[in-house]
C-alpha cells in the first residue's frame, strides 16, 4: 500500500504541472523519458503553487525550483535539466521508460521492507529538521529496526551468503 511519501519509483512521461509535482516530490526514484517536460501554471491564473513549491524549495536548488514556478507556461523544463538539478534520478528514451521501471521495481522488491521504510522515514522526515535532530532521529530509527526479525534474517543471510527471506517482521 502507498501512501504520503511510501512512493519509492515513479515513471513521468510527457508532461509535468500543478498537482503532478505531488508525485515527483514524494518519490525516491523518479524516471522519466526523454520528452518529459516541468512546469507550473499556477501563478499564470494568480494562484501560489503552495505544497508543490514549500516542498521542492526544499529539496531541490532553490533557483531553478523559483525560475520554474515564476515562469509558468511560459518555459518548460527539460528531462535533461530536471535530471541535472535531481528533480529526476533518471532519462531513458521513452521506449525504455517502462522497461526501466520494471527493472528497478523488481530489485526495490527484494529489499528489506521494513528497512526501505525505515531509510525513506529518516530522509523525508530529516528534511525537516536540522542535521543534528535529522542524525539523533535516523540512529534511533537504526536502533529500534534491530528489534524486527528482519534485521537479523538479513544479518544470517549476508553470513551465510544466500538471499534472505523477508517476513516484513
Avoid at 505531488?22 to 525516491?28: I, T, W
Amino acid at each position: 500500500a502507498f501512501g504520503f511519501r511510501d512512493i519509492t519509483c515513479g515513471t513521468i512521461n510527457g508532461m509535468t504541472c500543478a498537482a503532478g509535482f505531488y508525485f515527483v516530490q514524494d518519490a525516491a526514484i523518479t524516471i522519466a523519458s526523454e520528452n518529459a517536460t516541468f512546469f507550473d501554471p499556477h501563478v499564470d491564473i494568480g494562484f501560489v503553487a503552495g505544497r508543490s513549491l514549500a516542498a521542492m524549495s526544499h529539496m531541490f536548488p532553490v533557483g531553478p525550483v523559483l525560475r520554474m514556478f515564476l515562469m509558468g507556461r511560459s518555459e518548460r523544463m527539460t528531462a535533461k535539466r530536471a535530471y541535472e538539478i535531481g528533480l529526476v534520478t533518471e532519462v531513458v528514451p521513452l521506449p525504455q521508460l517502462r522497461t526501466r521501471a520494471t527493472e528497478i521495481a523488481e530489485i526495490l522488491a527484494k529489499k528489506a521492507p521494513l528497512g526501505t521504510r525505515a531509510t525513506l522515514e529518516c530522509v523525508w522526515n530529516g528534511l525537516n529538521m536540522g542535521i543534528d535532530a535529522a542524525i539523533q532521529q535516523a540512529e534511533y530509527i537504526s536502533l529500534n529496526q534491530r528489534r524486527f526479525q528482519d534485521f537479523n534474517e538479513g544479518i544470517r543471510a549476508f553470513v551465510e551468503k544466500r538471499e534472505p527471506k523477508w517476513r516484513g517482521k
